[in-house]
């Protein structure tokens, strides 16, 4: 199985649309990193967790899922890049490999001693549009296959259907 953590603000502080909206709407940013996530997850099966600071939400550590990710928000004095190593040197055994996504350097080479795999927040960006892209296209292809196989009619014709569908005569 595949595992892949997430540091949630970093991730957002490095992605230009995210980064944007954060300026303006920090739960926004959070939920679309979250939404993005979950369209990962779907397209490649990894489980996804993503962490997030409790400086930024103070109180009590809080798990939840969301979209079918978990999210996890550190208790407070907890920063992310702890809990994350905690959970890649607990997650990581035999049958799992833990991927973990941050562009802190200093993480990076924590999680990779630990025998995670490090995937900067460009790289997984990068990733993401590419997935973006296939489900785009996959859409497309579905729609257009489906379309292929209608009657073509001409547009009167389509009309006095229409008329004959909705009972007008």
Same mark, same amino acid.
């Given at each position: 199985?595949?595992v892949l953590i997430v540091d949630g603000y970093n991730?957002?502080?490095?992605?230009?649309?995210?980064?944007?909206?954060?300026?303006? !709407?920090?739960?926004?940013?959070?939920?679309?990193?979250?939404?993005?996530?979950?369209e990962y997850k779907a397209f490649t099966g990894y489980?996804?967790?993503?962490?997030?600071?409790?400086?930024?939400?103070?109180?009590?550590?809080?798990?939840?899922?969301?979209?079918?990710?978990?999210?996890?928000?550190?208790?407070?004095?907890?920063?992310?890049?702890?809990?994350?190593?905690? #959970? %890649?040197?607990?997650?990581?055994?035999?049958?799992?490999?833990?991927?973990?996504?941050?562009?802190?350097?200093?993480?990076?080479?924590?999680?990779?001693?630990?025998?995670?795999?490090?995937?900067?927040?460009?790289?997984?960006?990068?990733? #993401?549009?590419?997935?973006?892209?296939?489900?785009?296209?996959?859409?497309?292809?579905?729609?257009?296959?489906? %379309?292929?196989?209608?009657?073509?009619?001409?547009?009167?014709?389509?009309?006095?259907?229409?008329?004959?569908?909705?009972? !007008?005569?």
């Amino acid at each position: 199985m595949d595992v892949l953590i997430v540091d949630g603000y970093n991730i957002i502080g490095a992605w230009p649309e995210l980064r944007e909206l954060k300026k303006t !709407d920090f739960a926004g940013a959070r939920d679309k990193l979250i939404e993005k996530m979950a369209e990962y997850k779907a397209f490649t099966g990894y489980r996804v967790i993503i962490v997030f600071d409790a400086h930024q939400v103070p109180g009590i550590e809080t798990k939840t899922t969301n979209h079918n990710v978990e999210v996890i928000y550190t208790k407070e004095n907890e920063i992310a890049d702890e809990r994350i190593e905690k #959970m %890649a040197n607990e997650l990581n055994n035999i049958k799992t490999q833990i991927h973990v996504a941050t562009s802190d350097y200093t993480e990076q080479w924590v999680v990779f001693g630990q025998g995670a795999l490090r995937k900067s927040a460009r790289e997984l960006l990068n990733e #993401m549009n590419s997935i973006e892209k296939k489900i785009n296209k996959s859409l497309l292809e579905t729609n257009q296959s489906k %379309a292929t196989n209608r009657i073509k009619i001409k547009g009167e014709i389509a009309e006095i259907f229409e008329k004959w569908r909705r009972g !007008d005569r």
